[in-house]
């Protein structure tokens, strides 16, 4: 079966960490960059962070910068999000993504069906 499984999620207080994972089934992200939104309850997908292929290069949402790190393991092919600090504002379904391209283009083919993560305060 074809898809990207992400995993993680969670309920955690305010001040805390999560580690979420995307794990590739029955495609590669080997050279395509990946990227991971979150949407939270009533409100549009937004963009966290992105990586290029190698991960060479890494972009962040001005929200997270400095508390979320984004990495991936090719030869597991994995991709993850490392949240800490987290806010009660971070609540959200968070989903990974495959790029169109080994670079960030913004484009992306393929989708997971996302993890919740719940921040109380």
């Known amino acids: 079966q074809v898809q990207l499984v992400e995993s993680g999620g969670g309920l955690v207080q305010a001040g805390g960490s999560l580690r979420l994972s995307c794990a590739a089934s029955?495609?590669?992200?080997?050279?395509?960059?990946m990227g991971w939104f979150r949407q939270a309850p009533g409100k549009e997908r937004e963009f966290v962070a992105d990586?290029?292929?190698?991960?060479?290069?890494?972009n962040y949402a001005d929200s997270v910068k400095g508390r979320f790190t984004i990495s991936r393991d090719d030869a597991k092919n994995t991709v993850y999000l490392q949240m800490n600090t987290l806010k009660p504002e971070d609540t959200a379904v968070y989903y990974c993504?495959?790029?169109?391209?080994?670079?960030?283009?913004?484009?992306?083919?393929?989708w997971g069906q996302g993890t919740q993560v719940t921040v109380s305060s």
């Open positions: 993504a495959r790029g169109r391209a080994s670079v960030l283009s913004g484009q992306y083919d393929f």
């Open positions: 029955g495609l590669t992200i080997s050279s395509r960059a």
């Open positions: 990586i290029t292929w190698r991960g060479a290069t890494t």
